[in-house]
């Protein structure tokens, strides 16, 4: 009798083990439980610690309530200005109720994240080339509230979404690459542009202050002068009176002729003489018509270049009437020689 109260006694306390075993259930400090009793929602959710629910008839489904980081994959899209871009991104969240996060939906990560691609894609369509590139705070604000309207009736927050990367096409880069360089080159001019303002009014003032006093001028001249001919070169810098210029444009016809004829007057005065010819030179022959008449038609050899001391000046004898005469009795009896003529090939 002893034997058998023993054993009945070690089986219930077997039994009462194996029940705390299957009915202790330990939820951790980041994780809230919901129990399903006989597949109907428990109220209250168990907190972190330990708990105990009936086995076999109790279920615990333990949701994580920490915050989740979940990248979303790349999408492709065409935005608003007809760009194709490639967009990825990265969001934040967090479950802030756990019975609507397990009865509400199914799987609340893979929700979370095929409503961030939809979503993704309708703010790419809805942007311009520009805001996904230098406006990010309110893409990210609006992607956000898109994600998180629908998110609510999951027992879901959505912490904070951000854009990670922009992709574009090569030509689009060294499209933006021109544009950024014709807009420093547009900054640039305009830079020296009012550089040259600024110092054409510096120009006029000193040119002002130097009209009252026309010595100064004639230094800066000279100083022109100086700096030009400073270095090895071939120029040469004649200063031109810009007065007689000045001169000849309020002058009248009559005025600017005579003053252009007393400058040329003096230019010939100032250019050196011709040489006059030895006395004993005689003047060159001069043929008459007939001679002239008479050139085409009388051939002539070239003579070879025969190395002979120069000839001292002989003086020619005037051509009288009876030399010409004999000239052209000779020309008569000798029939005229016809040119060669070369075919041309």
């Known amino acids: ?28 400090q980041y994780e809230r439980g919901v129990v399903l009793r006989l597949g109907r929602l428990r109220e209250g959710i168990r907190g972190p610690g330990f708990t105990t629910v009936i086995p076999f008839v109790d279920r615990l489904h333990k949701v994580n309530m920490q915050i989740v980081t979940m990248p979303v994959p790349a999408q492709d899209g065409i935005t608003r200005d007809n760009v194709t871009v490639r967009v990825d991104a ?76 922009v992709s574009l096409p090569e030509t689009m880069k060294r499209s933006m690459a021109r544009q950024a360089e014709a807009d420093r080159e547009r900054r640039a001019r305009v830079i020296n542009a009012d550089a040259e303002l600024q110092a054409s009014k510096k120009l006029a003032e000193a040119a002002k202050q130097m009209s009252g006093q026309p010595a100064a001028l004639q230094l800066r001249l000279l100083q022109t002068v100086v700096a030009v001919a400073a270095e090895k070169n071939s ?35 100032a250019a050196p003489a011709p040489e006059t010819p030895a006395a004993g030179a005689g003047t060159p022959e001069t043929p008459s018509a007939e001679t002239l008449s008479a050139e085409p038609y009388r051939s002539v050899e070239k003579p070879e270049p025969v190395s002979a001391p120069e000839p001292e000046p ?8 009876d030399v010409l005469s004999e000239r052209l009795v000779s020309h008569e009896a000798s029939p005229p020689a016809r040119p060669h003529v070369q075919p041309h090939i």
């Not at 002989?314 to 009437?321: D, I, M, N, R, T």
């Open 235 to 269: 120029t040469l810098v004649l200063p031109f009176p810009v007065e007689l210029l000045r001169f000849l444009e309020r002058a009248t016809p009559a005025e600017a002729a005579q003053a252009v004829g007393a400058v040329s007057g003096a230019a010939r005065a």
């Open 1 to 28: 009798m002893v034997e058998e109260l023993v054993i009945a006694v070690i089986a219930a306390v077997c039994a009462c083990g194996l029940y705390g075993m299957a009915a202790a259930r330990v939820v951790k």
């Open 90 to 165: 990265v969001i934040y969240f967090k479950v802030v109720d756990a019975a609507d996060a397990v009865i509400r939906v199914e799987d609340y990560r893979f929700a979370v994240s095929q409503m961030a691609q939809t979503s993704l894609r309708s703010i790419i369509g809805k942007s311009d080339l520009d805001d996904l590139l230098s406006n990010r705070e309110k893409l990210n604000q609006g992607l956000e509230l898109m994600i998180d309207s629908p998110s609510i009736g999951w027992g879901v927050q959505i912490d904070r979404v951000e854009i990670k990367d």
């Open 314 to 321: 002989v003086s020619a004898p005037e051509a009288g009437p």
